[in-house]
């Protein structure tokens, strides 16, 4: 069974633009949640869909948004990017997001900021 | 709000050696989950074991046992047989009961297994 994929592993912007990452879950995972890592924060969780709602968000601004797609693909933009943005953003996918159903995490997409 | 702490932010053992990783907990939660989770220079997060806190047994896999000290609030991560694969950043994990997706994580502990 194929792993989370995240798209872009890579990428690097300028402050002000716009970006977008995409990450496919593992099949049959209904639930995927994001994280910001950053040396200094850690890691940080961002917001978690299931079925293309949000069910749970983070202490983030409202710079930072997600989608669902119906076959559990997700996306993450954040506008207005400033340089504290730069960071590894990770996702990970699990059955339903509960406790009893562990993260499974993709390798990321490096994003710096310039 | 539920805080994780790992004091050692870095670690190394020698291959075929023990080591033992700690992690302290902060929360006024009865039922939640907990989670070692490792982090390769691949960067992707890999699940190493879990406790579930109503549990008293401590959980295994392989190489890999904690000890989970409920009232303490205390989990640590031995490694036996270190393998030099085992080389990663440590996370420590906490998850409320019914929480959805939002798991709180250490700071990390970078363990390096020397030759």
């Known amino acids: 069974k194929a792993g989370v994929t995240q798209t872009p592993r890579y990428l690097i912007k300028t402050r002000g633009q716009q970006v977008t990452l995409s990450c496919s879950p593992i099949?049959?995972?209904?639930?995927v949640s994001w994280y910001q890592q950053t040396p200094g924060q850690g890691l940080q969780f961002l917001f978690e869909y299931f079925s293309e709602t949000q069910r749970n968000k983070g202490n983030f601004p409202g710079r930072f948004s997600g989608r669902q797609f119906s076959n559990s693909r997700s996306e993450m933009n954040v506008s207005t990017l400033e340089l504290g943005d730069s960071a590894l953003y990770l996702c990970?996918?699990?059955?339903?997001?509960?406790?009893?159903?562990?993260?499974?995490f993709g390798n990321g997409t490096r994003l710096t900021v310039t | 709000a539920q805080t994780v702490t790992q004091s050692q932010p870095e670690m190394s053992v020698q291959e075929a050696e023990t080591v033992t990783l700690s992690c302290t907990y902060d929360?006024?939660?009865?039922?939640?989950?907990l989670f070692w989770y490792k982090q390769p220079p691949s960067r992707q997060m890999i699940l190493v074991i879990r406790?579930?806190?109503?549990?008293?047994q401590n959980a295994t896999e392989n190489r890999f046992s904690v000890n989970f000290q409920k009232a303490a609030k205390s989990f640590s991560l031995k490694i036996s047989d270190s393998q030099l694969g085992d080389t990663a950043m440590y996370f420590c994990a906490f998850m409320k009961h019914e929480e959805r997706g939002d798991m709180r994580f250490g700071a990390g502990t970078r363990l390096t297994v020397k030759p």
């Open positions: 990970a996918s699990s059955v339903s997001g509960l406790r009893n159903s562990p993260l499974h």
């Open positions: 929360t006024s939660e009865n039922n939640y989950y």
């Open positions: 099949s049959g995972h209904r639930s």
């Open positions: 406790q579930e806190a109503y549990k008293q």
